[in-house]
């Protein structure tokens, strides 16, 4: 099984950037699709962005053309680039591998989860 550990969370004004990573470790993850989550203050985790071994995303809408995730497998590394940050964006961010297939923001059909990275965005 993965251990995932996810850093460079922060607070930032609206407009800002930010650079996530999440590394893993005890496994192989270069097999592995990994995404990343979200969760807000009162609301339910959702799936903010996707990607599989081969490299192919899908991202959440409301996080398309602001956001990019990406792999450096010879880093065991997984990365979600924030730019054009909202305050809407404000929540702890996690970090998950280990897709069993269905739909990716399914939290459920992922069996590794990092410990999350909190991410506040001020106007």
């Known amino acids: 099984q993965l251990q995932l550990v996810e850093t460079g969370g922060g607070s930032v004004q609206t407009g800002g950037s930010l650079r996530l990573s999440c590394t893993a470790s005890g496994d192989t993850p270069i097999y592995y699709s990994m995404a990343w989550f979200r969760r807000a203050p009162g609301q339910e985790r959702e799936g903010v962005a996707y990607?599989?071994?081969?490299?192919?995303?899908i991202y959440a809408d409301s996080v398309k053309g602001r956001f990019a995730i990406s792999r450096e497998d010879a880093k065991s590394t997984v990365y979600l680039q924030m730019n054009n940050l909202k305050p809407e964006d404000t929540a702890m961010y996690y970090c998950?591998?280990?897709?069993?297939?269905?739909?990716?923001?399914?939290?459920?059909?992922?069996?590794?989860w990092g410990q999350g990275t909190q991410v506040t965005v001020s106007s």
């Open positions: 998950a591998a280990d897709f069993k297939g269905g739909r990716w923001t399914d939290e459920m059909r992922y069996t590794s």
């Open positions: 990607v599989d071994s081969a490299g192919n995303v």
